[in-house]
């Protein structure tokens, strides 16, 4: 398997620190067997060290389709010159340049495109000198410079075939070379039938309303629905199809693989025939997997069989790092104290430079694991052992499997085979649609969300089902249509794997618009509200995060009578006009805490509304008001409390009864608002505290005796809600700092590399106010300059300073984190409590570009990145200038911060 070179990786690494969420990069991890763990930037470079470029570019394009050299070429064009080089020097790139120096028939494409897409990527195409740009007659045309014009066209050739490049505009790789390479926009699927319910329907009618029913428990929702006035139509309008529903057998699909036995494993992927035809798979415990046995295996034992595979990879596991050699006979060594009927062996087909082995299970002649052993990147004389192999997955969640429901439903039999569906974790293994349905009388209608992959519109199935992306219903006039996903425009971010352009939404729509007859009105289902109606974002933007497109539509299409969506949990809940149509957002926050939101949509004869909303137990109360349960340990187990939340939510619950649950979304906005455990949250809420509302200072005075180890959980979480209760820009403490003497005082600073190897330390005595810089081959000149200054106090910024420096010296030097005060002392209006921000509050924002490039515009990821550059040694000057004026600027920022502190007095 091919490593990613430095250069490569350290742009790699800086896109997906910048444009992946961590959640998508510990999934992968979890597919190819890798412990992601820490921040963000520690689980980045985890799979950087274990995994090369295409594996990890085609997790971020779950497409697939195009080649990975396509991908690096387009980052090539995003990521400006520096990049650009770095890629191109690429075995695979520079073959194919070297093809385009030999061709002497080059010349400049004329391409004329939508200004829309011109104004998408003028930065990308024109800025970055990949492309010559012109207005002619009001049309933009851009003239590709040859090398380029050369190398893309055969890469446009093999994604579109004959079509014209305005087709691949519009094709679901628009976002090729746009602002984000890796998640290119799909295309809105065509609705392909009008399915008609009832020709003379009788008014009103009352349709079921929801969306995002994420983490609530489904008994709730049944036992409303169930026991409710009988509506004649549910709407769900997006986002976890998968929990409603089990894999649909007829859809999943024998691996090809299984034509070789040596290849095939007891436990695949599930893979799933998509309703617009090819496959898709997903290594999710929730989706399920294949599992392939002999034909005389009991079905009965088929659990146990799971459970006790996936215990002996996980005490294989955790002697892998400890093993000698990665040979078979040391492998089997270590199988053999586990179980007798584990073996390893070479595998025949070898994929990759590493070296494939193969562990088999005697007992049922089966091959369980396939392992890799390759050279350690950063050690050629090392090598490591990893898997991409299901029961590897497993093997790192035994302690969940073993509480999860595990559902097994057969599949097919062959001769030698039977094959099983097997899932994790579903309340019921019933379909869940099609058991809400039964109670309606035309049916339910649903649409996938922007978290749902497309392939999970195959488990929107069942008797009166409908996905209405691809089935628009009919009831007399009243056309029911849906649309699925979110929504990317100019300003919008990438959130969740299917989304789509304005410009497809609009031209989806306008093809909706020519199904409407004069009399007839639309009920829209959409995932993504219109721009700005019930889509402020509160998660990973403050701002709207609906669509401009379906916004012009519902103010210039009369017949849209209402609007259901989802998507944006804040706004769940509430309903507004827009047009003639009524935009109603039925979500629910996912949350263990929130209570779901349910609606009632009344439709009258002259198609007015009337909306209702109701709310169902969040998952927390759900747990607690169970009976004849172990509610702490389902609390752990379900709602993923630590053991002391769960004993404070028990306790509570059994002094407050259910008025615990009546303000449970109030307090938990309170408790992330200022970081507070939920002990402390419970304390107050014993004193009458609902909300952040009625929280007083005297409240926190009142819990302190109690708080015990959690006492400065409680002084930070009282400096926030100072900040919050500030006007003005005053700015004081509330706790002296006890700052040693400026002249007896040095701030420091540290840069390492993500295994702590120190790379350069940096010193600001603020008493002649001179700073010094020391790089890892100076430890000794280190040990002389704080040895020297043995009545000094080091002041640092949190972080790992401290125990880095104490390294160096091998005994402890007096030391003082600011950081820490800050949170515990400051009020003032900051942002967060990082360096940057308090900076900027306390001293104003410094506008020099140096500062700019070696201050405010370099993160975490960009001195890691500078660290293992210079570790390397080749060329590195560069890379240490940067990062001298970077450490350099961080310590005169500290430096600022303490005398600004020193001038501040002690307020109420």
């Known amino acids: 398997m091919a490593r990613i070179a430095p250069r490569e990786r350290d742009g790699i690494a800086k896109y997906l620190f910048k444009s992946v969420t961590i959640s998508n990069l510990k999934e992968l991890g979890k597919k190819r067997g890798i412990i992601c763990k820490g921040s963000k930037s520690d689980v980045i470079q985890t799979l950087l060290t274990r995994l ?46 070297e093809n385009i120096k030999n061709d002497t028939r080059i010349s400049y494409e004329i391409v004329s495109f939508p200004n829309d897409f011109i104004r998408w990527n003028r930065n990308a195409l024109v800025n970055k000198g990949i492309a010559i740009l012109k207005q002619t007659k009001g049309k933009w045309e851009y003239s590709l410079l040859p090398e380029f014009a050369s190398y893309l066209k055969p890469i446009l050739r093999d994604i579109t075939g004959t079509w014209a490049i305005e087709e691949f505009v519009k094709s679901e790789y628009y976002n090729l070379i746009t602002s984000h390479p890796f998640r290119p926009l799909g295309s809105l699927p065509r609705q392909t039938e009008t399915v008609v319910l009832d020709k003379n329907p009788k008014f009103p009618i009352n349709i079921f309303i929801f969306s995002d029913y994420r983490r609530q428990k489904f008994g709730p929702l049944l036992d409303y629905i169930e026991k409710s006035k009988k509506p004649d139509l549910i709407l769900y309008a997006g986002d976890d199809i998968g929990r409603f529903n089990l894999a649909p057998l007829d859809k999943i699909k024998i691996s090809q693989e299984d034509a070789y036995d040596e290849i095939s494993e007891e436990l695949t992927p599930t893979y799933i025939q998509t309703t617009g035809g090819g496959t898709s798979s997903n290594n999710s415990m929730e989706w399920g997997y294949l599992l392939k046995l002999p034909s005389d295996f009991s079905p009965f034992l088929i659990q146990e069989r799971i ?281 629910s926050h996912d949350d263990v805490f929130s209570r779901a939101n349910i609606g009632w949509l009344t439709l009258n004869q002259d198609f007015s509304t009337i909306v209702q909303f109701f709310k169902l137990p969040s998952l927390v109360q759900s747990i607690l008001c169970q009976p004849d349960s172990n509610n702490e340990q389902m609390l752990i187990s379900e709602a993923h409390l630590s053991k002391g939340e769960s004993r404070a939510f028990t306790a509570a619950y059994t002094r407050l009864g259910t008025l615990l649950f009546e303000n449970l979304e109030d307090l938990a906005h309170m408790k992330f608002e200022l970081g507070l455990p939920w002990t402390l949250v419970m304390m107050l809420r014993e004193l009458g505290v609902t909300s952040l509302d009625n929280l007083a200072e005297e409240h926190f005075e009142s819990i302190r005796p109690r708080a015990g180890m959690q006492i400065s959980h409680l002084q930070q979480a009282l400096v926030k809600f100072k900040r919050l209760r500030l006007e003005g820009n005053s700015a004081f403490l509330i706790a002296p700092l006890d700052l040693p003497p400026t002249n007896k005082l040095i701030c420091f600073d540290t840069e390492y590399d993500d295994k702590s190897q120190i790379v350069l330390f940096c010193f600001l005595d603020m008493g002649p106010n001179q700073s010094q810089q020391f790089w890892f081959d100076e430890i000794n000149e280190i040990e002389k300059f704080v040895s020297r200054r043995g009545d000094h106090t080091f002041l640092h910024w949190g972080g790992s300073d401290k125990m880095l420096l104490n390294r160096v010296l091998g005994h402890d030097a007096s030391t003082f984190n600011l950081l820490y005060k800050v949170q515990t002392a400051l009020v003032a209006q900051i942002n967060s409590a990082q360096l940057k921000d308090v900076y900027d509050g306390l001293c104003g924002h410094n506008e020099s570009s140096v500062w700019k490039d070696s201050f405010y515009d370099i993160d975490g990821i960009d001195k890691l990145s500078l660290c293992k550059k210079i570790l390397e040694g080749a060329n590195s000057s560069q890379e240490k200038k940067r990062l001298a004026m970077a450490n350099k600027l961080d310590t005169t920022a500290l430096s600022a911060i303490v005398r600004r502190l020193q001038d501040l007095k002690l307020g109420a």
């Open 307 to 587: 459970r006790t595979i996936s215990k002996f990879v996980s005490e294989f596991q955790k002697c892998v790092d400890t093993l000698p050699d990665h040979d078979v006979t040391t492998i089997n060594k270590a199988l053999a104290k586990i179980s007798n009927s584990l073996f390893a062996h070479e595998a025949k087909f070898s994929f990759g430079n590493g070296k494939d082995i193969l562990v088999n299970d005697s007992e049922m002649k089966s091959i369980i694991l396939r392992l890799y052993s390759d050279t350690n990147p950063f050690d050629t004389k090392t090598r490591y052992l990893h898997s991409q192999s299901i029961y590897w997955l497993l093997g790192f969640r035994i302690d969940r499997l073993s509480t999860n429901r595990i559902s097994v439903r057969p599949v097919k039999t062959t001769e030698n085979y039977r094959y099983y569906h097997v899932s994790f974790g579903y309340e019921t293994d019933e379909n869940l649609f099609e058991r809400l349905s039964s109670h309606s009388k035309y049916g339910l209608g649903a649409v996938i969300g922007n978290d749902d992959w497309k392939g999970i519109r195959a488990w929107i199935y069942g008797l009166k089902t409908f996905d209405l992306q691809l089935k628009r219903l009919r009831i007399g006039n009243l056309l029911i249509a849906g649309m699925e996903g979110g929504i990317v425009g100019e300003d919008s971010m990438y959130l969740g794997p299917t989304l789509y352009g304005e410009e497809d939404v609009r031209r989806y729509l306008s093809e909706l618009r020519t199904e409407l007859g004069p009399k007839d009105k639309l009920i829209l289902v959409s995932h993504t509200p219109p721009r700005g109606i019930l889509d402020r974002a509160m998660r990973f933007t403050e701002g709207p995060i609906g669509s401009k497109a379906l916004r012009d539509f519902i103010e210039t299409e009369s017949r849209v009578r209402v609007v259901l969506c989802g998507h944006v949990h804040r706004c769940g809940g509430q309903f507004e006009p827009l047009g003639s149509a009524e935009v109603i957002n039925a979500s």
């Open 52 to 97: 090369d470029s295409k594996t990890i570019l085609n997790h971020i394009q779950p497409e697939k389709n195009l080649p990975w050299y396509a991908n690096l070429f387009a980052k090539s064009l995003i990521d400006g010159n520096t990049t650009k080089r770095s890629i191109l020097k690429h075995p695979a790139i520079s073959a194919l340049l």
